[in-house]
């Protein structure tokens, strides 16, 4: 499968590292990491984990697997502590449809007991609720993504009463035609601006064979929240550690503002070693930017 050049690395780099150095006097030290870069190891030992994220200069985490008012196999309320007592903000939180068969038994999706998932993430301190995948099963036509977008829209009114903000997370699989329209382009058409966001998947949109400089140009402001998550140089299947590979992160940074960014996570699905050697090196490539 042919691959097109996800940035040109000439002058546009360069003016991206300056824009960069802009946007980032604001975000200093607010490096996020997505815990789901950490599930072999986090569920054995939560408070190490944490620890350890935070003694890595992570000051910020993106929480996953929320079911039945826990995370981690904590109650989300002791959680919260754990983390403001490690000086960790949890500013989002990754959850499903609850739609498929595997996951209707789930309590906390967007389909069972969201109220309750939403007052839990409004005590965590969250910012965003995250729809985090589609399932297979899910999203056949174009027709289910239509009423994925209105269950999101409606799963937002909930959100915005507790003051946080609704997002949609990507794969690859959303940029896929339907009757010659793209899944994405259709999502940014039905979900509703005022209440919903995008967390742009970097990889993702790259391995789509997609642009993300183009959306941001696209849709202004509506890319809230971005993965930081880097690949290979030259097998795009792989996934190496952030500022490793071949994605352009100083000439994304740089349009940062255009973007409508607020947080941004480092997040690795495999590592080249292992998942805490891969925080690390990540977060210190990172820190080069910032």
């Known amino acids: 499968m042919k691959r097109r050049e996800f940035i040109q690395q000439t002058a546009m780099a360069a003016a991206g590292a300056l824009a960069l150095s802009s946007f980032s006097f604001k975000q200093k030290s607010e490096i996020g990491l997505q815990l789901y870069t950490l599930r072999d190891v986090i569920n054995k030992d939560v408070k190490g984990t944490l620890e350890k994220v935070a003694a890595l200069g992570y000051q910020k985490v993106e929480a996953y697997g929320y079911n039945d008012g826990k995370l981690f196999g904590m109650a989300a309320k002791e959680f919260a502590a754990l ?6 903000k949890v500013t989002s939180g990754h959850y499903l449809l609850g739609k498929s068969d595997s996951t209707k038994a789930m309590k906390g999706t967007l389909l069972n007991d969201w109220e309750r998932a939403v007052a839990d993430a409004k005590e965590v301190g969250q910012e965003y ?13 174009l027709d289910d993504y239509k ?14 009463k507790n003051g946080i903000r609704m997002g949609y997370h990507n794969h690859e699989f959303e940029f896929e035609k339907f009757d010659g329209q793209v899944a994405y382009d259709l999502m940014l058409k039905e979900l509703d601006p ?8 970097l990889y993702w949109v790259n391995y789509a064979n997609q642009n993300a400089l183009e959306y941001f140009a696209k849709y202004p402001g509506r890319f809230e929240q971005w993965h930081v998550k880097d690949m290979d140089k030259t097998d795009p299947k792989k996934q ?3 500022g490793t590979g071949r994605i352009d ?20 699905e495999a590592y080249p070693v292992s998942p805490m050697d891969s925080i690390e090196k990540s977060i210190a490539n990172v820190k080069k930017w910032i």
Not at 258 to 267: A, D, I, N, R
């Open 240 to 242: 190496v550690d952030v």
């Open 83 to 88: 983390a403001k007592s490690l000086k960790l």
């Open 194 to 201: 005022k209440n919903v966001s995008m967390e742009l998947d």
């Open 249 to 268: 992160f100083a000439a994304l940074f740089a349009k940062a503002k255009q973007s409508g960014l607020k947080h941004f996570y480092v997040e690795q």
């Open 129 to 141: 609720m995250i729809l985090a995948y589609l399932i297979a099963d899910e999203r056949k036509s």
């Open 147 to 160: 009423r994925i977008c209105e269950t999101i829209n409606k799963a937002a009114e909930v959100c915005k």
